[in-house]
């Protein structure tokens, strides 16, 4: 078990895993590529014997007499050859026999009639255990019948084998040793940047500059680099609102402190118009705290992306405004279709809809009428606006700019919300003023 526990630890590394797959991918390449060596070897060193001993038939065919003289029939067996001239000697043998008569000739130790029965062509017995192929063939009124034994055919194949093999396996050492050594110098690269990372100050979100990296160390630095970024993006991000927060907090903070500190060491006793300054001192706060809130929330990427049908969320934000406008004696025309499909998240389309019309509410004059509108698309709200209005188009989403309204309740925070979830929806809104008119339109291209 703590065999096994450390063999799995030991291939928890990269390296040892490739060098492994990579020696078994050789020894099993080898092995194969020997196993297949092996039989086209062992096929054509048959088909070379085979062929040599039908020459080798023939051959001795061509010298047999056509008539056996009466000293051949006498002798009935001859037997040639001396089997201690070489020690392949007794692996071969032939046996020419006269059909007509006993007559037989054969080489020293060759098969007998009995062991081995003459056949016409090749055949394989074993004798003794040993395998033979034989050839046979009738020529007159002779039976020639040529004999190998098979180890002298298989010694030939193992050999070629080996000879095959040896090299395979006194190369595996080297290759393992350059196999791990090209593995450790294509990883220097990844410990190189390792230990940049180390070194890093927290607070240091620079990118990793390209350095002539292999082609798997600049998908990684270009993997960190993205991801850097977002944390850079993410700390700037906290960073300006908690910046802003404190920034437009501290004067009404300052205002309602001094408030209360005059109620204080006021003699005087709280009228009901001091208190009702002071909750809408507070109101204000709150609804700034919560336009930052909202803010901050828009600069995130929406967490699910949805169908909405835009015209019904502009129509439902009309009737929740319409107390407002009415109060301001305000006019709506909406010219929209039934349904206007969109892709996003149905809540930050909501609040940049509810925005843009909050805005127009807020600065049309008294009595006009709010023009919202829908074409391929597109969805414009069009709104008139005062002969002084005077519209800085360029700082519109600019945070906190109010222009010369600053009259109008509001933070100046509501068109950078617009801006942020445009950018979050892969959307654009533009702004333009034609003569007394401030047109706000909304383009979302393929987004739908």
Known sequence: MQFIT???????????????????????????????????????????????????????????????????????????????????????????????????????????????????????FNLNGRLWHAFGMMSGNYQVLLLQEDSFRSELRSDLTIDTLVPVLLLLPLMLWLGWWTINQSFVSFQRLATSLRKRRPDDYSAFEPANDDEEVAVVKQGLNYYLARIEQTFHRERRFSADAAHELRTPLASLKASLQNLISSKKTIEKPQLEALLTSTDRLIQLVESLLLLSKTELPPAAVEHVNIAKEVRQIVADFYSRAEQRDLNFEVSLPEAVGVSGSSDYWRVLLANIIDNAIKYAPSGATIEIESQQNNLQVKNPIVDDHGVDLERLSERFYRGKHLDVQGAGLGLSIVQNLARQLGISVEFSQQQQYFICRIHWGDNS
């Open 6 to 124: 450390s063999l799995r630890t030991k291939f928890r590394s990269i390296r040892r895993r490739i060098l492994v797959f990579v020696s078994a991918v050789y020894l099993m390449s080898s092995g194969l590529s020997a196993l297949w060596i092996y039989y086209e070897v062992s096929h054509e060193v048959d088909e070379l014997f085979d062929a040599e001993m039908v020459q080798q038939a023939k051959t001795l065919a061509a010298f047999l007499p056509e008539q056996l003289s009466e000293q051949h029939i006498d002798a009935e067996l001859e037997i040639v050859g001396d089997a201690s001239n070489h020690e392949y000697e007794d692996k071969l043998s032939y046996r020419i026999t006269n059909t007509t008569s006993s007559w037989t000739l054969s080489t020293r130790g060759a098969p007998t009639k009995a062991s081995a029965p003459f056949q016409i062509g090749f055949s394989e």
